[in-house]
């Protein structure tokens, strides 16, 4: 079945390195991709997005790279402040014919931000 | 631009009973999505709606329904309610102007607690 997971379900960072989040997808078809935050009490929230015709790219401190060869996904965030800690959840969308909306989600990573 | 509005936020029913939720999506999305968070399942998909048909539904039971009306308003209904359908409960709006893969924005969810 489609799946979309994390290798790792938690990250500890120190503030001020750079954190990699990473994210494996098994839908060869899928075409968009999106990282999601999600901070405890609250819905998910935008960070990034990335189309399949693109391996990289880049946001305010945060940079998506996408390898459709291996398919595998990852989100770096540079200079890890203690803001960014949350659950980051990477998401496939997979548009079914007639342009249906639906994501994938995958397990989540919890990031923590040591001050 | 307001987000995603969810009402209620929290709710609590016991066994057997119904529930209706509400979702406000952003002004000019005509896609709303439902999905249903557990700490053990994750994020899954639930249903999407887009001009006030259901085009996509996940695998839930039938007990799980939704509609959305003419001013892209969604609501869902769970009838006959499980301990099990304890979740978070997600809407999500997106645009959907090029009709494949846009950008879903989520609103805070209705913490559904089944007594």
């Known amino acids: 079945g489609e799946s979309v997971g994390l290798h790792l379900p938690t990250l500890s960072v120190q503030e001020g390195d750079n954190s990699i989040i990473n994210c494996a997808y098994s839908?060869?078809?899928?075409?968009?991709f999106i990282w999601y935050k999600q901070e405890s009490g609250k819905g998910p929230q935008f960070i990034i997005d990335i189309r399949s015709n693109m391996d990289k790219r880049q946001g305010q401190r945060v940079t998506v790279l996408l390898n459709k060869t291996v398919k595998h996904l990852s989100l770096q965030i540079a200079a890890t402040q203690p803001g960014d800690s949350a659950v980051y959840f990477c998401a496939e969308n997979s548009s079914t014919q007639g342009g249906s909306e639906k994501l994938v989600f995958g397990k989540g990573t919890k990031l923590t931000v040591n001050p | 631009k307001a987000g995603v509005t969810q009402t209620p936020r929290y709710l609590i029913k016991t066994r057997g009973q119904q529930v209706t939720l509400s979702c406000s999506p952003i002004?000019?999305?005509?896609?709303v999505s439902w999905y249903q968070q557990t700490p053990g399942q994750g994020l899954q998909f639930l249903f999407e709606?887009?001009?006030?048909?259901?085009?996509n539904k996940g695998n839930f039971p039938g007990r799980f329904s939704g509609r959305q009306f003419s001013n892209s308003r969604s609501e869902m209904n769970v009838s006959t309610l499980e301990l099990g359908d304890s979740a978070l409960y997600l809407c999500?709006?997106?645009?959907?102007?090029?009709?494949?893969?846009?950008?879903?924005?989520f609103g805070p969810g209705t913490r559904l607690l089944v007594l």
């Open positions: 709606y887009f001009s006030e048909t259901q085009r």
């Open positions: 999500a709006s997106s645009r959907l102007t090029s009709g494949k893969g846009e950008t879903q924005y």
């Open positions: 002004s000019g999305h005509r896609s």
């Open positions: 839908n060869s078809a899928s075409d968009y």
